[in-house]
């Protein structure tokens, strides 16, 4: 066998098992554990906007940390820290490979494919290390973590520059992820014709509802972004709790956070979708 066709017969090898039933089903229950922390962030806001929140924080930190004080609550974190390890494998043969559908190809795709890799990494470290005893992985605070990357970046030469551009970016995915979720993208991804009309329009709900929600925490927090950058001001940066604590000094009142934090329930529920329907 020469070596050309060796090589092709390894690749073959490989887009065989990113494409076997073990990634297949790490990508469905990486959807179910991403939908258990955006139902429980959600939650947790929703407490905020109706009772202060007691302390507790409306973010990925604080749904782990909650989590933790329930009974058998390590044993869950360790579920769902293995859950998001198959949802990175997945991103990883979707950056190598390609990804379902006519346009999974393209290289814009493998390279979302790529930067999402990296991010389930992060989180599903954060989420092990937690189960494994590190309290201060995963359940730290958003916002100081937010404030710290921001006072560092501005440190740097053309720093202001940096964090502004980093902040549009982030504002800019806030306003793709609600966009898309308006034009409902997400049904090419689904196996619409699976599911009944009833399903189907708990789907949209959810769809529409949850990614707009999502998208509008996002475009906010670029926002604050943007503003420490202009200010110079490292505290000017939000995380995703006091980003979401900042609905509630609208001319609303907590009413706004109220409907966000609805949809951030949705979206945890629209990712439960996901774990059914998704085409992987």
């Known amino acids: 066998m020469n070596t050309r066709s060796a090589a092709a017969q390894g690749r073959g090898q490989a887009q065989r098992a ?3 039933t073990a990634v297949e089903v790490g990508a469905r229950a990486g959807f179910g ?12 806001a929703l407490q905020i906007a109706l009772s202060g929140g007691g302390g507790k924080q409306a973010d990925r930190g604080g749904a782990i940390a909650e989590i933790a004080e329930k009974p058998f609550g390590k044993i869950v974190l360790w579920l769902l820290g293995i859950a998001l390890v198959g949802m990175a494998l997945w991103r990883l043969s979707e950056a190598l490979f390609g990804s379902a559908g006519p346009d999974g190809d393209k290289p814009t ?6 930067g999402r890799f990296v991010f389930y990494c992060f989180v599903a470290y954060s989420v092990l290390s937690f189960a494994a005893g590190d309290s201060d992985s995963g359940s730290g605070s958003s916002d100081e973590r937010s404030q710290d990357v921001t006072a560092m970046a501005l440190g740097w030469p053309g720093g202001q520059w940096i964090v502004a551009i980093g902040g549009a970016g982030v504002a800019g995915a806030g306003i793709w992820i ?5 034009m409902r993208k997400y049904h ?5 014709a699976e599911m009944s009309k009833k399903v189907r329009r708990a789907v949209d709900f959810t769809g529409v509802f949850g990614g707009s929600a999502r998208g509008a925490v996002f475009a906010t927090a670029g926002g604050f972004a943007i503003a420490a950058a202009i200010s110079h001001d490292p505290d000017q940066t939000k995380g995703m709790d006091d980003t979401l604590r900042s609905f509630t000094d609208t001319p609303v009142g907590p009413w706004l956070l109220v409907i966000i934090a609805l949809g951030l329930v949705a979206f945890g529920v629209f990712s439960w979708f996901n774990a059914r329907y998704r085409k992987v």
């Open 109 to 114: 795709k493998r390279a979302m494919a790529g």
């Open 18 to 20: 990113a494409n076997s």
């Open 188 to 192: 090419k991804h689904l196996k619409m």
């Open 33 to 44: 554990a991403r939908g258990v922390i955006y139902v429980l962030v959600g939650a947790l």
């Open 178 to 182: 609600a966009v898309r979720a308006i």
